[in-house]
């Protein structure tokens, strides 16, 4: 820094309140919904909210560092088919960096070609599994950014020159934030050991790296930067969200079908015991006999719940054997068929 250099410390430009907006999405969607869509959106909770606790501890770091910067937190950029979401980008006088961060359970071991192999413990038995490299996922970040920004550059010199110095003035971190992670690195390469760090050293780290480049930015050339890329942002958690919502809409249609076709069913069950029971009060009438020696209530709801369409069928309803079926089958056949259609 100049000897009449401002300093201006560090500045949130932007602070996260996608991941907390998408959260209180999801809650509310949560509340109104069941079964696996239910399960998934609480996963999807859980997910979250581990991600803003690594994310404010990201945050405290770089409040506490005493190095003038602009911080943009939860971005997320596209170009084309391309997005990238973004944890922080820092905007130094010396450099922007992008940094993505991880709270992770359990201990991460990166082995010589750069595999991740994350270890933890699972109802008592240890479990060993690869990940998605984060260091990939960062440089995949550093793609969009640097076409997002080359296309705002206003003509072919200007992009030819940002091109040839991106990969000195954008650098990628990646940050673990749970502090109980081991990290083992011993094996990896150098390029990506120099790309991942524990939370508490972040500041340590980017303070190293600023001081590899000796002409430092001003304020105005600091704040450009930062901003650019703010115009940039789009919001792509809200967005996720939508997803869900669109999910439960289809649940309740489909719920208020179902619903409408028990209503239905019901009404017409209604219509067949009406019918039924005056058919059964006249015969037992003309008969001389009680209505219930035709059919009894147990046996018109088993003849409703089989809706027999011939007389063997008949023959399958509780309390119709062949001679009560030839007596009567004929008119209830014709009370079902007529109040069915």
């Known amino acids: 820094m100049g ?14 309140n996608q991941a907390a907006d998408y959260i209180n999405k999801l809650k509310n ?4 919904c069941s079964g696996e869509l239910k399960e998934e959106i609480e996963k999807q909770i859980a997910i979250a909210e581990y991600g803003i606790k690594g994310e404010e501890s990201v945050a405290f770091e770089l409040r506490n560092s005493g ?19 973004i944890d922080y980008m820092i905007v130094t006088r010396k450099r922007t960096y992008i940094i993505e961060c991880k ?21 008592g038995k240890t479990i ?5 490299s984060p260091i990939t996922q960062n440089l995949r970040h550093l793609q969009v950014i640097k076409e997002v920004r080359k296309s705002g550059k206003g003509n072919m010199i200007s992009r030819k020159i940002f091109e040839s110095h991106f990969e000195d003035n954008y650098k990628s971190i990646v940050v673990l934030a749970n502090p109980k992670t081991i990290l083992n690195a011993k094996y990896a390469k150098k390029e990506i050991k120099e790309q991942i ?31 650019f890329f703010l115009d940039k942002n789009q919001s792509e958690r809200s967005d996720y969200a939508e997803k869900y919502e669109k999910l439960l809409k289809e649940a309740e249609d489909s719920e208020e079908h179902i619903e409408h076709i028990i209503s239905e069913k019901d009404k017409l069950k209604g219509e067949l015991r009406t019918e039924l029971k005056a058919f059964r009060l006249n015969r037992s009438r003309q008969e001389k006999i009680r209505p219930y020696f035709i059919f ?3 046996q018109m709801e088993d003849l ?20 009560k079926a030839e007596k009567y089958g004929d008119e209830i056949l014709e009370i079902l068929r007529k109040v069915s259609h």
């Open 128 to 132: 060993h599994e690869g990940t998605y």
């Open 103 to 123: 709270n992770l359970i359990g201990d991460i071991e990166i082995n010589n070609v750069g595999h991740f192999i994350r270890t933890y413990q699972l109802k």
């Open 296 to 298: 009894n209530d147990a």
């Open 197 to 227: 760090v524990r939370a508490d050293q972040l500041v340590q780290r980017i303070k190293e790296l600023d001081m590899q480049v000796k002409e430092a930015m001003t304020e105005k050339q600091m704040l450009e930067i930062a901003n």
């Open 67 to 85: 190095i003038d910067m602009y911080i943009l937190q939860d971005i997320c950029l596209e170009y084309e088919d391309l997005h990238a979401q």
């Open 304 to 323: 409703l719940e089989k809706n027999p369409k011939n007389k063997a069928e008949l023959c399958q309803v509780s309390g119709f054997g062949t001679v």
């Open 3 to 16: 000897l009449f250099t401002k300093a201006i410390g560090p500045v949130f430009l932007k602070s996260s």
């Open 29 to 32: 969607l949560q509340g109104r």
